[in-house]
C-alpha cells in the first residue's frame, strides 16, 4: 500500500507549463489503464491536463470513479492509416504546444482496437514490426526519438528494465549525439542495478548517461501512513528544477 495522492504529486511534476513554456511527456511501455482513468480528469491542473495524443477524449470518470470495473464501453478504436495522414500536421502541433502532458503508451493499451477489431498491444519478440505496422504505434515511436533527441533533455526512467532492443537503441542514440541525461529511482541497490544494465547492449553508454540513481521503493517515498518524506520532496524538486 502506497499513499496515492502522493503518486498523484508526483505524476504531476512531469506535467508541462504555459508560463514557462515547458511541454511535459510521459512515455510508458505499460498497457494498464490506471494512469488514464485516474489523471485524464479532475485531477490535474487545467495548466497540464493530460490528453493521450491522437485519441479523442475518452473514458470520462468522476475521480471516484476511476477504479471502476472495465467494461467493453472502454475499448476505444485507434485511427486508421488515412486518418493519421490527415491529422498529422494537427497532431504533430498539439506535440509541440506548451502547457500540456502528453501520456505517450509506444506498446499500446489494453483497451486499444484496430479497425478489425485486433487488439492493439506490442508483446513479444520482433516489437519493431508490430510498432511499424500499427500507425498511431509508429508515430508514437517517431515522437520519441524526436524528442529525446531535442538536445540536451532529461529522461526519468523509473520501472524500464532495458529489455526492448528498439527503446535502448534510441536512448543510447540520444546520449551520444545529443546530449540526454538519466534520471533513475528503482528499489534496488545502485551495485546490483549497475551489473545488470551494463550487461544490456550500450549498458556502459546508459551507465555514462546517469546524472542521479535513488534506490527506493513507492512506498518507501509516500508510505500509506501519509508521511511526508525528505526523499520524497527532494526528488519531486529535482524533478521541477530540470524540467
Avoid: C
Avoid at 520482433?126 to 504505434?137: A, F, N, S, Y
Avoid at 538519466?182 to 534496488?188: D, G, K, N, S, T
Amino acid at each position: 500500500p502506497v499513499n496515492i495522492h502522493g503518486v498523484d504529486k508526483l505524476i504531476r511534476r512531469f506535467a508541462g507549463e504555459r508560463r514557462r513554456n515547458v511541454r511535459g511527456y510521459f512515455f510508458t511501455l505499460n498497457q494498464d489503464l490506471f494512469v488514464d482513468r485516474r489523471f485524464r480528469y479532475g485531477t490535474l491542473p487545467e495548466d497540464g491536463q493530460l490528453t493521450i495524443p491522437g485519441l479523442p477524449h475518452h473514458m470520462v470518470v468522476s475521480p471516484a470513479q476511476w477504479n471502476r470495473p472495465f467494461t467493453t464501453e472502454d475499448y476505444l478504436e485507434v485511427p486508421k492509416n488515412d486518418e493519421m495522414a490527415a491529422n498529422k500536421a494537427r497532431n504533430d502541433d498539439r506535440l509541440s504546444s506548451s502547457g500540456q502532458f502528453h501520456y505517450i503508451k509506444l506498446h499500446g493499451s489494453m483497451n486499444w482496437r484496430s479497425s478489425d477489431g485486433r487488439g492493439v498491444m506490442v508483446i513479444g519478440r520482433h516489437k519493431l514490426d508490430q510498432i511499424e505496422g500499427e500507425p498511431l504505434l509508429n508515430w508514437y515511436f517517431e515522437t520519441f526519438k524526436k524528442i529525446l533527441s531535442l538536445g540536451d533533455m532529461n529522461l526519468f526512467i523509473t520501472g524500464y528494465g532495458f529489455g526492448d532492443s528498439h527503446i535502448n537503441e534510441v536512448i543510447a542514440d540520444s546520449i551520444e549525439q545529443h546530449g540526454l541525461k538519466l534520471y533513475a529511482i528503482y528499489p534496488e541497490d545502485l551495485k546490483k542495478w549497475k551489473l545488470k544494465l551494463l550487461e544490456k547492449k550500450h549498458g556502459q553508454t546508459f551507465w555514462d548517461g546517469l546524472e542521479r540513481y535513488d534506490s527506493y521503493a513507492l512506498k518507501d517515498l509516500y508510505p500509506a501512513d501519509q508521511r511526508e518524506t525528505g526523499i520524497a520532496q527532494e526528488i519531486e524538486e529535482l524533478i521541477q528544477g530540470i524540467s
